[in-house]
Antibody
Framework: QVQLVQSGAEVKKPGASVKVSCKASGYTFTSYDINWVRQATGQGLEWMGW????????GYAQKFQGRVTMTRNTSISTAYMELSSLRSEDTAVYYC?????????WGQGTLVTVSS | SYVLTQPPSVSVAPGQTARITCGGN??????VHWYQQKPGQAPVLVVYDDSDRPSGIPERFSGSNSGNTATLTISRVEAGDEADYYCQVWDSSSDHLFGGGTKLTVL
């Protein structure tokens, strides 16, 4: 069965960077885009960007341009999302999700807390 | 940039029909997808491409899309349907775009 398993919760100080991983199984990793979506507590879903695991091509939401980097390691079917220059407003649950137009499978989410 | 507008909340009695709308300029020309999210859980896709259902999603969930409004309809609502619901489209200027979400309350 298709699974996306994300890395564990992180606590970071303002100005630091965080790198969240998303390990895919149950399907051919390079056949589907991976999207990253975040959700602050009590707030809605916010799309951050996408990555094509086959080509490595990426597209980022304008809001995160310059601060986010999405990469992958195809040998271990894992996607990564790195967010830099963290601020308190980046405290949220970060999800990876499979698919281009729509997202049919989601990771369990990774809580990133930014606090001094 | 493109904007998707959802009502913040919808309430319905068990067994009745819930309709959750998603408004956008000429949204009928786009493919709309719907997600259900229960507290503490990741979103689940319930309708894609306006009206298709992923495997495992009950037939009670259906979708439509025309003009400036897309609608998620949940028939014979159950207590377990209580959740937040988000619409989503892909737009050339905004890429992936989510609506603000609607909290469905089962009375």
């Amino acid at each position: 069965q298709v699974q996306l398993v994300q890395s564990g919760a992180e606590v970071k100080k303002p100005g630091a960077s965080v790198k969240v991983s998303c390990k895919a199984s149950g399907y051919t990793f390079t056949s589907y885009d991976i999207n990253w979506v975040r959700q602050a507590t009590g707030q809605g879903l916010e799309w951050m960007g996408w990555m094509n695991p086959n080509s490595g091509n990426t597209g980022y939401a304008q809001k995160f341009q310059g601060r986010v980097t999405m990469t992958r390691n195809t040998s271990i079917s894992t996607a990564y999302m790195e967010l830099s220059s963290l601020r308190s407003e980046d405290t949220a649950v970060y999800y990876c999700a499979r698919g281009a137009g729509y997202n049919d499978y989601w990771g369990q989410g990774t809580l990133v807390t930014v606090s001094s | 940039s493109y904007v998707l507008t959802q009502p913040p909340s919808v309430s319905v009695a068990p067994g009745q029909t819930a309709r959750i709308t998603c408004g956008g300029n000429n949204i009928g020309s786009k493919s709309v997808h719907w997600y259900q999210q229960k507290p503490g859980q990741a979103p689940v896709l319930v309708v894609y491409d306006d009206s298709d259902r992923p495997s495992g999603i009950p037939e009670r969930f259906s979708g439509s899309n025309s003009g400036n409004t897309a609608t998620l309809t949940i028939s014979r609502v159950e207590a377990g349907d209580e959740a937040d619901y988000y619409c989503q489209v892909w737009d050339s200027s905004s890429d992936h775009l989510f609506g603000g979400g609607t909290k469905l309350t089962v009375l």
